[in-house]
């Protein structure tokens, strides 16, 4: 079993984490995205009528990056931090102050607002984090509460032995 935290027992309110990465977002990785999860609104694939239907202020006739892709590159930058020895139950909050475009790079923070105990698996503890991501220009492009239950030190996952 990896003994790598962190552990429910390292996280406490007003820790606070930075990704060690930033991640640019393509023009491939927001089209393929869109077209996995079969959404079909054309601001995100369809340059032509972006450019026609939203001429102006803030997407300027530019396609923008999905909005579900936006948050798990956002989530997925702090897992190592954050979520790795667990696993996510919600997400609440979710809020987008300024579009993300293909060509922008993403950076994540986020802060630890709630620490308890798990009352359903006692083996278990959450964690709820208020989650911002950034551009490049540490502009706020998306923030949310993300609420993830974390392994506490020494347990093992459900059915694997413990050491």
Same mark, same amino acid.
């Given at each position: 079993? *990896?003994?790598?935290?962190?552990?429910?027992? *390292?996280? =406490?309110?007003?820790?606070?984490? =930075?990704?060690?990465?930033?991640r640019?977002?393509?023009?491939?990785?927001?089209?393929?995205?869109?077209?996995?999860t079969?959404?079909?609104?054309?601001?995100h694939?369809?340059?032509?009528?972006?450019?026609?239907?939203?001429?102006?202020?803030?997407?300027?006739?530019?396609?923008?990056?999905?909005?579900?892709?936006?948050?798990?590159?956002?989530?997925?930058?702090?897992?190592?931090?954050?979520?790795?020895?667990?696993?996510?139950?919600?997400?609440?909050?979710?809020?987008?102050p300024?579009?993300?475009?293909?060509? *922008?790079?993403?950076?994540?923070?986020?802060?630890?607002?709630?620490?308890?105990?798990?009352?359903?698996?006692?083996?278990?503890?959450?964690v709820?984090i208020?989650? =911002?991501?950034?551009?490049?220009?540490?502009?706020?492009?998306?923030?949310?509460?993300?609420?993830?239950?974390?392994?506490?030190?020494?347990?093992?996952?459900?059915?694997?032995?413990?050491?």
């Open positions: 079993m *990896d003994e790598e935290g962190p552990f429910f027992e *390292d996280f =406490r309110v007003g820790l606070r984490f =930075r990704s060690k990465v930033g640019t977002v393509t023009e491939t990785d927001n089209v393929w995205f869109t077209l996995l079969g959404n079909s609104n054309q601001i694939f369809n340059e032509d009528y972006t450019r026609r239907v939203f001429p102006g202020e803030p997407f300027n006739g530019r396609r923008v990056v999905n909005g579900f892709l936006t948050i798990a590159i956002a989530a997925g930058l702090l897992v190592d931090e954050t979520s790795r020895n667990g696993f996510q139950v919600g997400i609440d909050g979710v809020r987008f300024r579009p993300v475009f293909h060509g *922008d790079t993403m950076y994540s923070e986020a802060e630890v607002t709630e620490v308890r105990e798990s009352r359903s698996r006692p083996a278990f503890g959450l709820t208020h989650t =911002r991501g950034r551009n490049e220009r540490g502009e706020t492009v998306v923030e949310f509460d993300r609420v993830f239950m974390v392994r506490k030190r020494g347990e093992a996952w459900r059915g694997a032995p413990a050491k």
